[in-house]
């Protein structure tokens, strides 16, 4: 029997590798609708944690990164990169849901995280990375979150894409129940939408 995303069971605190098969599946989606906009980073010299997807949104966040990198001169170990809708969405039932929040810290709401956007990294000792980050436009978050940096010099924002690729896949693999691919969640309940009430019934394997 498949396991659908309201089905994760939460109790162990899994992984977000879980979603590999739909993650493909939206991550090629995606491409599709929005061909380049997200760049693979994984052959840079780059250390990529358990579930991680190696992708960040343009071609000037990767060369930023690079340099960054190269200044350095050891390899960045990152823990979280590109994230996609239903990544995001993972993320937050576990802090929601999740036994003590998963120990998780912080986490947005799904379309509203710069992971979603492609201009984000979570990176094991980020306070040695800050000076050779920010000097390529990579701020560092802060103290709320301290492994967390945004790109602020430019790059594609994905965040509603992001949703968008999953609303069209969805209408792909069910012809006899569409929704509207906008890139939008409904607000002020947007756990009431009927994208998320869509990913709720979605096999995290992929369709």
């Known amino acids: 029997m498949r396991t659908l995303f309201k089905d994760i069971n939460l109790s162990s605190c899994p992984g977000t590798d879980i ?14 609708i929005a061909p380049g906009k997200l760049v693979d980073i994984s052959n840079l010299n780059v250390s990529l ?8 949104g343009g071609s000037t966040a990767k060369a930023k990164l690079d340099a960054a990198i190269a200044a350095h001169g050891v390899t960045l170990s990152i ?30 709401r799904p379309g509203a995280s710069n992971h979603e956007s492609g ?21 560092h978050f802060g103290s709320r979150d301290l492994p967390h940096y945004d790109f602020i010099a430019g790059g594609a924002d994905l965040r509603s894409l992001g949703i968008k690729a999953f609303q069209s896949l969805w209408n792909k693999h069910n012809p006899f129940d569409q929704i509207t691919v906008d890139g939008k969640l409904v607000r002020p309940n947007w756990q009431d939408s009927e994208t998320i ?11």
């Open 19 to 32: 979603l590999k098969g739909l993650n493909d599946q939206l991550l090629a989606e995606l491409q599709t």
């Open 49 to 56: 944690g358990k579930g991680v997807i190696p992708f960040v």
């Open 79 to 108: 823990n979280s990169a590109y994230r996609t809708f239903a990544q995001q969405y993972m993320l937050f039932r576990k802090k929601s849901f999740g036994p003590a929040g998963c120990g998780i810290a912080l986490v947005a």
């Open 119 to 139: 201009l984000a990294l979570d990176i094991k000792k980020p306070l040695t990375w800050k000076p050779f980050l920010q000097a390529q436009g990579w701020r």
């Open 197 to 207: 009430k869509r990913l709720l019934k979605t096999p995290i394997d992929g369709f």
